[in-house]
């Protein structure tokens, strides 16, 4: 069955620290998608990358980079010199055939970056 | 463009109560659907509509009803609210008729069932 496990519950470094999270998938389709959102304290929910199954290319956006391995079925993301603004449950999804293309989350990891 | 829209943003329901949580979105967006979220999960989809007249159910549907009369408009109902509904509910939507594109979250209702 999909399934996608954060097994990082909560995550505390100190600033500038550079961090990493963890997302581990499992589906058995060929093509599918791969998501990371944000949810800061102030609970909205906020887009922060789409991948899909054919792309393999790691990404960097300014501190954000995305290490996507498939054969680990690992979707992982890190956030270089961390700053206080990044704190917030990041949470990994996953879009595939066998869900009806809906998407399936993970139970997401609380970051906390103290001053 | 005001993006998704959800009202209320706080709402408390007795047991035994109904209510609509409505959710509106200006892009004409195809896809829209509900989620829950409780503590310590990730969110889960409650019922999702791929295009107006056309919905289904997701992981957790029971005790919720939805319609989709117009492409802008994706209203949930919970016929007789219980302490179980009791979460914070997204509605999202997307271009195209499944969750393989971004998704736009509403900022969410924070629903409780005393």
């Known amino acids: 069955a999909q399934k996608v496990t954060q097994a990082q519950t909560e995550i505390s470094v100190v600033e500038k620290e550079d961090v990493t999270l963890d997302c581990v998938y499992e589906?058995?389709?060929?093509?599918?998608?791969l998501f990371w959102y944000k949810q800061p304290p102030s609970g909205e929910l906020v887009f922060l990358i789409r991948r899909n199954s054919f792309d393999e290319q790691n990404e960097i956006s300014g501190r954000y980079s995305w290490n996507f391995q498939k054969s680990t079925s690992s979707f992982n993301f890190t956030i270089t010199a961390s700053q206080v603004v990044d704190s917030a449950v990041y949470f990994c999804?996953?879009?595939?055939?066998?869900?009806?293309?809906?998407?399936?989350w993970g139970a997401g990891t609380k970051l906390i970056i103290k001053p | 463009n005001a993006g998704v829209t959800q009202t209320p943003k706080f709402q408390v329901l007795k047991t035994g109560q109904s209510m609509t949580l409505q959710c509106a979105q200006d892009m004409n967006h195809e896809y829209m659907s509900w989620y829950r979220q409780d503590p310590g999960m990730g969110l889960r989809l409650i019922h999702y509509s791929v295009g107006a007249g056309i919905t289904d159910q997701g992981e957790v549907p029971n005790g919720y009803n939805v319609s989709r009369s117009t492409t802008e408009d994706f209203p949930l109902r919970l016929l007789s609210a219980a302490p179980s509904q009791t979460s914070v509910y997204f509605c999202?939507?997307?271009?195209?008729?499944?969750?393989?594109?971004?998704?736009?979250f509403g900022p969410g209702t924070r629903l409780t069932v005393l």
């Open positions: 589906t058995r389709d060929t093509t599918y998608y």
């Open positions: 999804a996953l879009s595939d055939f066998r869900s009806n293309y809906q998407l399936i």
């Open positions: 999202a939507s997307s271009y195209r008729d499944r969750a393989t594109d971004t998704q736009y």
